[in-house]
């Protein structure tokens, strides 16, 4: 385990526009969330380089839209391949740059980001549009699908080349031209992929980035008349001033938002296999991903004992230094964002709530130079009403809160009493009683007996705050393109 802090040259980035790297006349400060220092400086942009990023786009539209999706499907294997030879690089640097453990990233984070763009070059080539019948009125009636034009694609820091290279591959898979902005608190693996992009075969212009903040650079994107789409992941405050900001434009928009998931669990169910599962999905990646379960429902009959083992299994999810192959979770993005999820815990000890473990109670054992660390420990709540904000709002961090519960509608109900509805997991053995809870709970996306099992083929998104769309296979070839209805007279 590394004890001793390693001295690093500050990292400086530059924006990618039309395949150059551009310097940036402001920068703003990155942090290591795991030392709490300043270790990267990232282009504070703004609007003159949004504009020349989109401007870049637009002029590599006409031939990239009409390359064939073979042509571009292989362009896209070969970043993925680029990305694989240098995955142990990336993890590295997505560990550094966002706090999570180098484990995470070396088994999630960079293999993901590579299958995007995997996925998408082979689901591209096997749409199909539709034709009416023959003779409708002495006609042919087809469609088919165009790509829009410039995408403007934004996305957060919890999982950050994973989630931007998750918008870029379908938009750029589809025939689009694409202008990204990643989270300014973690631009640095989106920056690394840059550098890859000419041994790739993207041509100039075809995919952009631009670093900075939402409110300049961010905003800048959304508010550009010559971007007709923006595809947008982050908090559902950030979703409301993008849907304002891009109304006079009636923009195309795609808006993957928070969550405030439930976990329904029976009495019937695997106790071993859902406890196991449940530490999993509360705390995985500091409990930093929009899917993690925030609120545990459990059947009163075998209340007792799963919190006790809960607890139990919670206090041995380790915390520490990311470098370290034995810690379960690293630092937590910044230290705004620590305070924020101190605040709900000391809220929920204030309303009454008992705090078994994590926060407040445990303290971590870190190396000198990571006691400004960003860290915290896995935190379990228990004896907090529905209506607190503990229950209520989305905490994004290492916290988990535990409530029996005493009939299936009931649990139903208390699973749907929040603004969100991104995505739930029932717990139970009896396959009549998944399939109907299953489809009551308001919810885009329901794990029964698992937890983060993706087919991207499928849909994935929220209902009510948590989002407005669906991405996948089919849903971002939609999403990416225009329909066209066409009729020929014969
Ligand atoms: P955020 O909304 O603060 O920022 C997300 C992105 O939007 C960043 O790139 C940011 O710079 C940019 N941004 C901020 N203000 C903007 C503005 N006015 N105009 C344009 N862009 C702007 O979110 P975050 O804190 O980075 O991420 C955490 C949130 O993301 C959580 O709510 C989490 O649930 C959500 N999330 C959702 C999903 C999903 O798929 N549903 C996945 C991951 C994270």
Redesign the pocket.
């Known amino acids: 385990m590394p004890k001793t802090c390693e001295q690093h040259r500050l990292l400086v980035l530059e924006n990618f526009i039309g395949g150059k790297f551009i310097p940036c006349r402001s920068h703003i400060d990155s942090f290591d969330p795991s030392t709490g220092e300043v270790y990267c400086k990232v282009p504070n942009s703004g609007e003159d380089e949004v504009a020349a990023a989109v401007a870049a786009a637009k002029e590599a539209f006409p031939d990239w839209s009409t390359r064939s999706p073979e042509q571009r499907a292989q362009v896209l294997n070969k970043l993925a391949d680029l990305i694989e030879a240098n995955l142990e690089e990336f993890a590295q640097a997505e560990s550094r740059d966002q706090g999570k453990t180098i484990t995470f990233a070396r088994t999630v984070d960079i293999p993901r980001s590579a299958y995007n763009f995997r996925f998408f070059a082979s689901s591209v080539l096997h749409h199909t549009t539709d034709c009416s019948q023959m003779d409708h009125m002495g006609c042919v009636n087809y469609t088919v699908r165009c790509p829009v034009g410039v995408a403007g694609l934004?996305?957060?820091?919890?999982?950050p080349l994973y989630?931007l290279t998750w918008k870029i591959a379908p938009a750029v898979a589809t025939g689009n031209t694409v202008v990204a902005?990643?989270?300014?608190?973690t631009s640095v693996t989106a920056w690394m992929m840059c550098k890859l992009m000419q041994e790739a075969g993207v041509p100039p212009g075809v995919i952009n980035i631009v670093f900075?903040?939402?409110?300049k650079?961010?905003?800048a994107?959304?508010g550009h008349p010559d971007v007709p789409l923006i595809s947008?992941?982050?908090?559902?405050?950030?979703?409301q001033?993008?849907t304002e900001?891009s109304a006079p434009y009636c923009k195309k928009l795609s808006l993957?938002?928070?969550?405030k998931n439930p976990a329904l669990i029976f009495a019937d169910a695997d106790l071993d296999q859902c406890i196991a599962t449940t530490v999993r999905s509360s705390f995985s990646n500091q409990g930093?991903?929009?899917?993690c379960t925030s609120r545990i429902y459990v059947e009163r009959s075998i209340y007792p004992a799963f919190l006790e083992r809960f607890v139990a299994a919670a206090k041995k999810w380790k915390t520490g230094v990311p470098s370290d192959p034995s810690n379960n979770n690293g630092a937590l993005?910044s230290k705004e964002?620590l305070e924020k999820v101190r605040k709900f815990v000391a809220l929920a000890k204030l309303e009454g709530g008992t705090i078994h473990c994590g926060e407040g109670v445990d303290q971590l054992d870190l190396p000198e130079c990571n006691t400004s660390g960003y860290f915290m420990p896995a935190t379990v709540i228990s004896g907090i009403p529905d209506s607190s904000p503990v229950m209520q709002e989305?905490i994004?961090g290492p916290v988990t809160c535990i409530s029996p519960f005493d009939t299936e509608d009931e649990a139903i109900a208390r699973g749907n009493c929040v603004r969100y509805g991104?995505a739930a997991t029932v717990w139970s053995k009896d396959v009549g009683k998944v399939h109907h809870v299953a489809k009551r709970l308001q919810a885009g996306l329901v794990w029964t007996n698992c937890w983060l099992v993706r087919d991207l083929n499928l849909p994935?998104?929220?209902m009510k705050s948590?989002?407005v769309g669906r991405?996948g296979g089919k849903d971002s070839y939609h999403f990416f393109t225009e329909v066209k209805t066409i009729t020929i007279k014969h």
């Open positions: 934004i996305s957060p820091w919890n999982l989630l902005k990643p989270s300014e608190m900075g903040t939402g409110p650079a961010g905003d994107l959304v947008f992941t982050g908090s559902t405050a950030t979703a001033r993008i900001r993957e938002l928070g969550g930093e991903i929009c899917l993005i964002h989305e994004f991104l994935f998104g929220g948590s989002g991405e």
